[in-house]
């Protein structure tokens, strides 16, 4: 499967809402480790918004889809993470742009403009232990793929295993940004709570390609 219309993609927002709700008080456990324990409940009003709003929506095109959904984020969770999910699906929509289908170099394109979108809003660098140490690989990954001109199916969990393996090297790292940066040294062996919901993006992405791919 090369590519996938946009009423199509409605769909995904089902499954990061649904994630997000199930994984709810596991985040909020992982983020009070370090931080104030308010990732879950963000995270689950912010996908709750963005599908339904999405759902909402009359033939969007995937840009103006993307945008909508950042729209819906940014108002549900006004919160620092929120934010830069808000920022990530905006600036991801704006790369679409008029895109009529969704294929691998546009998923690429969307998940280069969304790292790099949350980067500059979160003053984050790559090893700073913050979501962008996920949301690189991820778009690395994607870019990659749409060079071998891979399917879209074989391109998501190339990008879902890259996310696995950059969470995992977190876990080496240091905090050096919000509350988990005031506690420095205990932050090593955790891995990060915002490059979590950057998997947890990945991984359904992978799994609705895969579920699109099966028909």
């Known amino acids: 499967m090369k590519s996938i219309e946009p009423a199509l993609v409605v769909g995904l927002f089902d499954r990061f809402a649904n994630r997000f709700e199930a994984e709810r008080d596991a985040l909020i456990a992982l983020d009070g480790k370090v931080g104030d324990s308010d990732l879950g409940l963000t995270m689950s009003k912010a996908f709750i918004a963005a599908r339904d709003k999405v759902h909402e929506l009359d033939q969007p095109g995937l840009g ?84 071998t001109g891979a399917e879209l199916d074989v391109a998501g969990q190339e990008a879902a295993k890259a996310a696995a393996d950059a969470l995992e090297a977190t876990k080496k790292m ?42």
């Open 64 to 147: 103006d889809l993307m945008k909508q959904a950042g729209a819906a984020i940014s108002k549900a969770a006004p919160s620092t993470m929120g934010t830069l999910m808000a920022t990530g699906f905006l600036r991801g929509g704006k790369a679409l742009g008029e895109a009529e289908t969704l294929d691998v170099s546009g998923l690429a394109a969307f998940w280069r403009a969304y790292a790099d979108g949350v980067a500059m809003r979160g003053k984050a660098q790559l090893g700073d232990k913050t979501v962008l140490d996920v949301l690189d690989p991820i778009a690395q990954a994607f870019e990659a793929q749409a060079e």
């Open 174 to 215: 240091v905090a050096q940004h919000g509350k988990a940066a005031a506690f420095q040294e205990k932050t090593l062996g955790l891995q990060d709570a915002g490059g979590t919901v950057a998997c947890m993006l990945a991984e359904e992405l992978s799994l609705f390609l895969n579920e699109k791919a099966a028909g």
